[in-house]
């Protein structure tokens, strides 16, 4: 049944972007209006303060004129997130009140529609405007990353969210899948397989692109939602930077060589050091994303990190970035040896010459009358 009443809920749109390699937080903070570090994570229960983002990223709520999307109006504000290793998120948050068959056809329309996505890259591009001095290589990037939370204070009033989640499991299905028809037990199962609670009332309930938080108090979740739906971004930008690395390094491999030059063709050497550099830029991205979110300390938080890493495939992105740093650093290894053999095959060749030229020296006379 859908007819389930959903009262004052939220729909929030996250939407991440890169906007280069880092950003000097601070000097931004200076030459923005508005912008204040973020300090939402609050902790539920008792959790040692050092469950926190390092440095913690840069807040703006941005005024604007609501944005229709779906068949439904924004709330006049966007929240931007600014992170030290060049992401920024973008929040808008969309009320509602309805039935839960209302709440899924919204979803449904939602993800068809990408008003919400040009307004966040806009935005996001008038901000870079304002901080590329500030940023290191700043660019807009081409990939973006998309989610959303339906996030609802309570299913019904004094009932376990669990059990209500097992009653409508197909409709709740369907809602984190952007689905209009029914799913098969399975696909629903699969759907709704991460679950991570705190209290008896409270549920979150993570999918690949969407996430039902039922919770009176959010905005803890919600920081460690955005900054996952951030990391996967980040990740997704790293891996596509490393897959063009690896295709220079080939190219340049089979550049041609000439004369009895110590190594590669200048051309071929010149590629080789910028990527290089593209081989050092990732391995600084890597650590700084990997290192903005310490999870020490709050368990709760720290599961629904973990979910969220599992939902999202971070380890297996992961894996195959530091796979391709390791295939890159071989690569650069067997060019140095290889330039190292070379020079050295040279300076032989050089010893014999001379030692040559000194012995047929006295023969030639060129020294007599």
Known sequence: MTDLPI????VRVLYAFDVGLSIRLEECRARVAGLEADERI????HAPQYFQFDP???RLVREIDPVEAGGRRTAAVAEILLYDFGGVSVGYSIPFSGSLGELIGFSCALSADRALERHAEALVARLLELIADHVDQPSLADPEEDYLVFHVPALTTGADPEEVLERHAADFARLLRSERDAPSTQEAREALASRVRFGAHDLLVLDWNAALLVDSEPED????????NLELLELRFLDAQL???LDRAYEALQAPRFGLGPGLSRAASKELRRIAQMQVD???LYERVSNALKLLGDQYLARVHRAASQRFHLSEWSAGILRKL???DSIYQKVHDHAATRRMELLEWIIIVLIAFSIVLPFVGLGGK
């Open 7 to 10: 009262e004052g809920a939220t």
């Open 326 to 328: 390791d295939v890159l």
């Open 221 to 228: 979740v919600m920081s460690v939602l955005e900054f996952a």
């Open 282 to 284: 990732g391995a600084i």
């Open 42 to 45: 609050r902790h539920k229960g």
């Open 56 to 58: 913690p990223p840069l």
């Open 243 to 245: 897959d063009r690395s």
